[in-house]
């Protein structure tokens, strides 16, 4: 028996009801605390035996294979907004890039930080990367925490998060009226004024094994595409989206509704439905339970 596990961003710039996850959070067991929703998902597609590398380890080295350095992170572009006494990464906050643009960021940055023991790498997915000379004992945040939220609290610790600190306001200064930033606003995109540096780890040499399927929108479930079994029935999908947003439409036809029909039909073990720091389980028995009344989706994960 296999379980398939569901993650979906709970804060947006605007929440719908959605009948069919709030008829699954009705009849779910109760819902647990989950202090790395990756981590969690990780062991439904991994031997037992096999520990999560770094977010940022995995990604990097589906693009590009090893990486000569000592510890690597994501840098994800971000929009931040700044007010009166402090500063906020908005829900929409997060940014994408064009593979030119990423490429001519990377390019840059590695022409003003030359022979500072960092280095950035652009994917030809256009996501950005830095590579550092020496492994940082550090803590970050996935950004997708801090979105909709002042950012004070969800900025590097530890003993090494000075250096990762002073390069986040480095790069603040350089984008400021960087040339990628005119381009984009011509094109009617938002500035990118920050980078969040997140994921880090030492890099691998290889990524290890999975036995079940990926899907959705995710920097370090993606890394794993090319290595998934697609028969299985144990997946994780990695949604990206607000329930009821257009994307949901689409998590639902193609996941949420075979997955329910694969519960009932006895394929499946659970449901794992996940969002912010909760995981609630849903089982075929669970599904009978037809008598619980729904409420809004997010209060579940308040």
């Known amino acids: 028996m296999s379980d398939q596990y569901f993650h979906f961003l709970a804060r947006g710039a605007s929440r719908s009801r959605c009948d069919l996850l709030e008829r699954l959070l009705a009849r779910a067991d109760d819902g647990v605390s989950v202090a790395d929703w990756r981590a969690d998902a990780f062991r439904i597609i991994a031997p037992q035996a096999a520990s999560m590398p770094a977010v940022a380890a995995a990604a990097l080295c589906a693009a590009h294979g090893a990486v000569d350095a000592a510890w690597v992170c994501a840098a994800t572009p971000v929009q931040y907004l700044a007010e ?4 906020r990464l908005p ?5 994408s890039l064009s593979a030119a643009v ?3 960021l990377a390019t840059d940055f ?3 930080w030359r022979g500072s023991g960092v280095r950035m790498t652009a994917t030809p997915s256009a996501q950005l990367f ?16 801090a979105l909709g939220m002042h950012i004070e609290e969800f900025l590097p610790s530890g003993p090494d998060s000075p250096r990762l600190r002073q390069l986040i306001g480095e790069t603040e200064m350089w984008l400021f009226e960087h040339v990628a930033n005119g381009a984009r606003k011509k094109m009617g995109l938002p500035a990118v004024n920050g980078l969040w540096f997140w994921g880090g780890g030492a890099p691998l040499a290889s990524l290890p094994d999975v036995q079940g399927r990926v899907a959705g929108d ?3 479930f993606n890394a794993f595409g090319a290595a998934a079994i697609a028969t299985a029935d144990c997946a994780v999908v990695a949604a990206g989206c607000v329930p009821g947003s257009e994307p949901w439409r689409d998590i639902e036809t193609r996941w949420l509704r075979p997955a329910i029909d694969a519960l009932r039909a006895g394929r499946l073990s659970r ?3 996940s969002a912010e720091d909760r995981r609630f389980a849903v089982t075929a028995r669970g599904l009978r339970r037809f008598w619980r009344a729904k409420r809004p989706w997010w209060e579940s994960f308040a």
Request: charged residues 20%; proline residues 3%.
């Open 102 to 104: 990423a490429d001519s």
């Open 84 to 87: 009166m006494t402090s500063v």
């Open 110 to 112: 590695n022409r003003v």
């Open 130 to 145: 830095c590579a550092f000379d020496r492994a940082l004992q550090v803590k970050t945040c996935d950004p997708q925490q």
């Open 91 to 95: 829900v929409d906050g997060m940014l």
């Open 218 to 220: 995710d920097l370090f």
């Open 271 to 273: 449901l794992l439905l």
